[in-house]
């Protein structure tokens, strides 16, 4: 029996997520409703990811059309499907202003789905759309609804980023202390990755090593000072090492709160700040509530103020570790007055080239697969890149654990020469914040 050939509608929300997203459907037709290119139109003015995405759908809809009617099938593009402007619904037919309420977008795209239900009955149609209640809506009026799949990935809880090997040789622990390395030789296993971090035991004897790819040794990692600021756990020490090493171009480093990301990326850049002609320290603003930047008061400094405040606190707790003459803590402050390092908002950056910089991204979970791509691909020469978050804490509507930026990254990237990853496990924030992480 021949397969119902499929029609998806596409929300506002997918081609916001991923300007491309129409050619992401195979040789399945693709339907845009017709509320979607208003909502378009209100969101392709402005500086930021949403509004370039915007700009970027409407290109691509209109030099798909070229001279022709997009009231009709038009082709998308050699081995992919057809592209329509669905209306809304006939009022004869079911209607979800009716059921729901009026005058709301939401309902609308609905429409354009029933709508094409009843016009088109030997295809099947599927809403696609990131937006979680706009499926639960969809499907109470039986139209099938899906989120938008292509750039999700399976984060496995249980997978960490270093391994044990435990029942070591001893006298091969005494050798990677007195010499600093071993020859790998099979030690690893099947546990052998690049840029790999491993805790190898032999009963009480322990010792950190990191597998070097490029000599093929197994190097033992001390927990050393960094800027004032010390590893307390393994994990820690695998992430300053992988920040520290030049070797390695891109870090993710993924964790709970109180894990000690964004403390660990800053500390080592104040220590490399020579290596560098800047470093910056930016994250995604959020706002909570679904409240616009706008609504606060005062100019452009005092609203994002808020919103960068965490990455001051862990600014001002590495000076804190040094006497006001010291010169480490000095050299802060006089990299800050010559802007040597800049804490800023992502969005604030946004097309820069990104040469001579250590670049650190906080809350990296609250971005989109494509926003950590632009950022990647835009580092010139001596640029670092450091992702850091939780992805399991999302702070935007349209993501998840599975589709947002950090995930992604992590997922795309693993087993790659300039790339480490390392997830921090152990909260050394305080045992209240250990026992919420835990318990709450």
């Known amino acids: 029996m021949k397969k ?31 509320t979607v290119l208003e909502e378009l139109d209100k969101f392709k003015i402005g500086n930021d990811t949403k509004n370039f995405s915007a700009r970027e759908v409407i290109r691509l809809i209109d030099r798909l059309s070229g001279n022709g009617s997009l009231q009709e099938w038009i082709s998308i593009g050699k081995g992919l499907g057809k592209l329509k402007v669905i209306m809304e ?78 029942g070591i040789d001893s006298d091969i622990i005494r050798e990677i202390f007195t010499k600093g390395h071993i020859e790998e030789q099979g ?32 190097e033992r ?45 800053l500390a080592s850049a104040l220590e490399q700040h020579k290596q560098f002609n800047q470093i910056i320290l930016a994250r995604p603003i959020v706002p909570l509530s679904n409240k616009d930047i706008g609504f606060l008061p005062g100019d452009a400094n005092d609203k994002i103020g808020p919103y960068m405040e965490p990455l001051w606190d862990n600014l001002k707790f590495i000076k804190s570790q040094f006497g006001e003459n010291e010169k480490k803590h000095r050299a802060i402050i006089e990299m800050q007055e010559t802007s040597k390092i800049i804490i ?37 020469e001596n640029t670092k890149i450091v992702f850091t978050g939780d992805v399991h804490q999302i702070d935007t509507p349209y993501l998840d654990e599975n589709s947002n930026g950090l995930a992604y990254l992590i997922d795309r990237l693993k087993g790659q020469k300039l790339f480490s990853h390392v997830k921090l496990e152990k909260g050394e924030r305080s045992e209240l914040a250990n026992l919420a992480n835990d318990l709450l």
């Not at 929300?11 to 693709?30: G, K, M, P, Q, R």
């Open 344 to 380: 800023t908002p992502l969005a604030f950056i946004r097309g820069r080239s990104l040469s001579n910089i250590m670049f650190i991204i906080d809350e990296a979970q609250n971005l989109t697969p494509h926003e950590v791509k632009t950022i990647i691909t835009r580092a010139g």
């Open 4 to 34: 119902k050939e499929k029609i998806y509608v596409l929300d506002t929300s997918v081609l916001l997520h991923d300007h491309d997203a129409i050619t992401n459907f195979e040789d399945n037709y693709v339907g845009i409703p017709i």
């Open 221 to 265: 990692l001390e927990k050393e000072f960094t800027y004032g600021i010390k590893p307390k756990n393994a994990e820690q020490a695998f992430a300053l090492h992988a920040l520290m090493n030049p070797d390695i171009k891109l870090v993710a480093l993924q964790g709970v709160a109180g894990t000690g990301k964004t403390l660990l990326a």
């Open 89 to 166: 619904s006939d009022p004869k037919n079911l209607n979800a202003e009716q059921i729901y309420s009026y005058g709301k977008n939401d309902h609308k795209i609905i429409n354009s789905a029933l709508h094409l239900i009843n016009q088109e009955p030997k295809k099947s149609v599927v809403l696609v759309t990131k937006d979680i209640n706009l499926r639960i809506k969809a499907k109470a009026l039986g139209v099938n609804a899906e989120d938008y799949e292509t750039g999700k990935v399976i984060i496995h809880d249980q997978e960490s980023s270093s391994y044990v090997i435990d």
């Open 187 to 218: 030690l690893l296993g099947i546990k052998k990755k690049i840029n790999g971090y491993y805790i190898l035991k032999n009963g009480k004897s322990s010792s950190l090593g990191f597998y070097n790819h490029f000599n093929e040794q197994i």
